[in-house]
């Protein structure tokens, strides 16, 4: 099943030089399968252009995020399982380690909740602790 949602995006980063919060909210669309979700929208970034972000939930446990535009990247998070992401930017590609702390899908009448907590870190160097909560409100 396929509905037209909107898309609220908390994003929290504790890095060594301080903490970082950011919030957004878009339209986009959300399919619904037995074994996955899928959440699709388009974000237009003032400096990059738009941003096509894909961010599949299999399972209830693990989150692959996908972004195509100028820099893209591909994020695989997984509770309690290290990934290697890779990242797409302005200097050239970057290879990044991400290791899932939390994953937690839950849907109701109204829409989902997917709440995700995870570290990066390169050359093995811890680089941030994350938190994205996403909230989908069906329309």
Same mark, same amino acid.
């Given at each position: 099943m396929r509905?037209?949602?909107v898309i609220r995006i908390i994003s929290k980063q504790k890095t060594e030089n301080g903490d970082n919060t950011g919030e957004m909210s878009v339209l986009g669309r959300v399919t619904y399968e037995?074994?996955?979700s899928i959440i699709?929208? $388009?974000e237009n970034n003032e400096e990059t252009g738009p941003e096509e972000t894909t961010i599949? *939930?299999?399972n209830?446990?693990?989150?692959?995020i996908v972004r195509n535009g100028q820099f893209s990247s591909e994020m695989m998070v997984e509770k309690n399982n290290r990934h290697l992401t890779f990242y797409r930017?302005?200097?050239g590609e970057l290879t990044?380690? $991400?290791y899932g702390n939390q994953v937690e899908w839950s849907r109701d009448e109204k829409g989902? *909740?997917?709440k995700m907590r995870y570290s990066l870190d390169f050359n093995n160097g811890l680089i941030s602790e994350n938190t994205m909560i996403i909230y989908i409100e069906e329309k």
């Open positions: 509905v037209n949602a037995d074994d996955k699709e929208y $388009i599949t *939930v299999y209830n446990e693990t989150v692959s930017t302005p200097y990044m380690g $991400i989902a *909740v997917l």
